[in-house]
């Protein structure tokens, strides 16, 4: 049981390049979650996902795109990479059933090291 | 707008000595209240959690009540170690959401001598 996985975990990259980071859950999560940590900072949502085929936008979504098409597998791409960026970006995921207010624990990958130059 | 915040790191402090990290916050409704743990290179994992007023909350010896009254849910260890050495962070998920999102503190950075 491998929990939340994320690839790469770590990457450079130029002004204007694109990338896509991977996230993958093994836990039959249906809830899975993007966060990017700039330094001194706690962690903010960029974008979330309640199950396979619905995502949302969370606190800080510009710049970022997401798709949920299995439940195992939460992809965060950068189109443009900019400097602002350049953050640590962790997946994570929960599990909740189906129209229940969800306040279960979130798993977390071990994160995405992204600088971009 | 829904927040929160802790006290501001690092804190520093000798093997066996009593912490203490604040943590309050700002929500409407009736969140549940979180403490999250850093260690250096790691994603975060859960160290405890609290889903009412009153509750208590405890792992690994890390205590934290969640007070209605104060808005706090302050992380306290009676005798730390070295290996505690790590990143804090306090967070809630808003009770009338049903999308389990967190909102999270800054952190604190707890670095434990011997």
């Known amino acids: 049981n491998a929990g939340v996985t994320q690839t790469p975990k770590f990457r450079i990259l130029k002004i204007g390049q694109s990338m896509t980071l991977q996230c993958t859950q093994d836990?039959?999560?249906?809830?899975m979650y993007w966060y990017r940590q700039d330094p001194g900072m706690g962690l903010k949502l960029i974008y979330y996902?309640?199950?396979?085929?619905?995502?949302d936008k969370g606190e800080v979504p510009n710049g970022y795109n997401v798709s949920r098409s299995t439940t195992e597998d939460f992809p965060l791409r950068l189109e443009l990479a900019a400097p602002s960026q350049t953050s640590v970006y962790f997946c994570?995921?929960?599990?909740?059933?189906?129209?229940?207010?969800?306040?279960?624990?979130?798993?977390f990958g071990p994160g995405t090291r992204l600088l971009v130059l | 707008g829904d927040s929160v915040t802790q006290m501001e790191g690092p804190v520093t402090l000798s093997e066996e000595a009593f912490l203490t990290i604040n943590c309050t916050y700002t929500a409407t409704g009736y969140p549940s209240l979180f403490w999250y743990v850093q260690y250096p290179g790691e994603g975060l994992q859960l160290l405890l959690k609290a889903t009412k007023a009153d509750d208590k909350g405890s792992n690994k010896g890390f205590e934290a009540t969640y007070r209605k009254e104060t808005t706090s849910f302050h992380l306290e260890k009676g005798s730390v170690q070295v290996s505690d050495s790590a990143v804090y962070f306090c967070?809630?998920?808003?009770?009338?959401?049903?999308?389990?999102?967190?909102?999270f503190g800054q952190g604190t950075t707890l670095q434990v001598k011997p």
């Open positions: 967070a809630l998920s808003l009770g009338a959401s049903n999308t389990g999102k967190l909102i």
């Open positions: 996902s309640v199950g396979a085929g619905i995502t």
């Open positions: 836990m039959n999560h249906n809830y």
């Open positions: 994570a995921s929960s599990y909740s059933p189906a129209r229940t207010v969800n306040q279960e624990t979130q798993y």
